[in-house]
């Protein structure tokens, strides 16, 4: 992640740096344990125009979600969750991002997820670095929000023997860490 | 576009194997049935064989893997499915990577002699069927008293129960479609 500075982020086009990168999921199940998994292919653009506002697309490819169990990996694509065969992708596209003075950054988009498309809000951090030892601009934008599954069709569960509720939780927290260089 | 029938029962007058059959009927002209046939000479599901398992499993495989949807009729045993589906399920989900079941089109039927008509064996099956990886249709077809539940034709004696039976058969159909249409697209 680049060091955060106070110099406002300069006009252009930031395309990602997926080494530098990662998007992640924390939900927890079995009611005690938090689970966590992560898309190792992902792509994001980061504009600013002119006026200095800030816009971010970007995807994660479902088929490259990585978690410790390969049969899990493969329950995820299937229809029970994410249905990587119908919906490969996972998009999201800002609709406000909003930067604070303090590098605190307010963004509010559309997640589209197993063909659902909602509005979420997240809030995280915009940090920019004018050269990195290569001359390169750099940017990075850290965002978390928490969802619920169960509004993008993802209805998976098992209720647990004991009666104490079920396996997998409903909310779900989404950790978004990415690195920009300017093109 | 073609159909794989599998009946969990094994008893030479199945009422389950008399359900396909009358499901089978109500495909459109077009679509090729087939009725598996080996699920009693299965052996055992076992980890240490899944890569080898055998001219049983691999057949068992290989009818899965030229299906495009799969129909399953099912009795009721303890309130779950009998131990040779289960099994066959066991063996066709495995090496979990390369499963002949990640999103196959399913559905499931049932018919048991008592006054449930195998609805919790049907819901078992499409849990298990789900976490192999298929796209299972949520429907269930609950015929109970099946010794009672169909006419000479074997065609089933209730409409209502004819009715839902050519719904999910044709909402099996439609999502088969669905699947062919996106991979010739892709």
């Known amino acids: 992640m680049a060091t955060s500075t106070s110099v406002a982020i300069t006009p ?3 395309t990602i740096d997926p080494v530098h990168s990662s998007i992640g999921f924390t ?13 190792s292919d992902v792509a ?24 410790k169990e390969p049969s899990l990996a493969g329950h995820l694509q299937s229809p029970d969750f994410f249905d990587a065969e119908r919906y490969p992708e996972i998009t999201f596209k800002s609709v406000g991002l909003e930067p ?14 197993k063909g659902v498309t909602k509005r979420v809000q997240a809030t995280g951090e915009l940090s920019h670095l004018l050269e990195d030892s290569y001359g390169g601009e750099r940017a990075g934008v850290e965002l978390t929000t928490t969802i619920n599954r169960h509004d993008f069709g ?3 569960n098992a209720t647990l023997p004991s009666g104490q509720g079920f396996a997998l939780a409903a909310h779900v927290t989404l950790h978004v860490e990415l690195e920009f260089t300017k093109s | 576009m073609r159909i794989l029938g599998i009946s969990g029962s094994l008893r030479a007058g199945s009422h389950n194997s008399r359900l396909l059959a009358a499901a089978a009927e ?7 049935y087939v009725r598996f046939e080996g699920l009693k000479a299965l052996p055992h599901f076992d980890e240490d064989d899944e890569l ?15 299906a495009d949807g799969l129909l399953f009729s099912t009795p009721e045993y303890n309130s ?8 066959a399920l066991d063996w066709a989900s495995r090496p979990f990577d390369q499963t002949v079941m990640r999103n196959k089109n399913a559905a499931v039927i049932g018919a048991s002699t008592s006054m449930f008509g195998a609805v919790w064996a049907q819901a078992e099956l499409r849990k298990s069927l789900a976490a192999a990886g298929a796209r299972v249709i949520d429907r269930e077809l609950p015929v109970s008293y099946a010794e009672e539940s169909f006419d000479a034709d074997g065609h089933l004696v209730e409409p209502e129960l004819q009715a839902l039976l050519a719904e999910i058969v044709g909402e099996l159909v439609d999502q088969v479609a669905i699947t062919l249409r996106g991979r010739a697209a892709a």
Do not use: C
């Open chain 1, 27 to 39: 939900v927890r199940h079995n009611v005690v344990a938090k689970f966590r998994g992560s898309f």
């Open chain 2, 26 to 32: 109500l495909l459109p002209a077009g679509v090729e």
């Open chain 2, 52 to 66: 080898d398992p055998g001219p049983a499993v691999e057949h068992l495989r290989s009818e899965i893997a030229g």
């Open chain 1, 154 to 156: 993802i209805d998976w």
């Open chain 2, 80 to 87: 779950s499915i009998p131990g040779t589906l289960k099994n």
């Open chain 1, 100 to 113: 604070g003075s303090d590098g605190t950054l307010s963004a509010e988009g559309d997640l589209t997820m």
């Open chain 1, 44 to 67: 994001a653009t980061l504009t600013v125009d002119s006026d200095g506002k800030l816009d971010l697309t970007g995807s994660v490819k479902v088929a490259s979600v990585q978690v």
């Open chain 1, 12 to 14: 252009g086009t930031y």
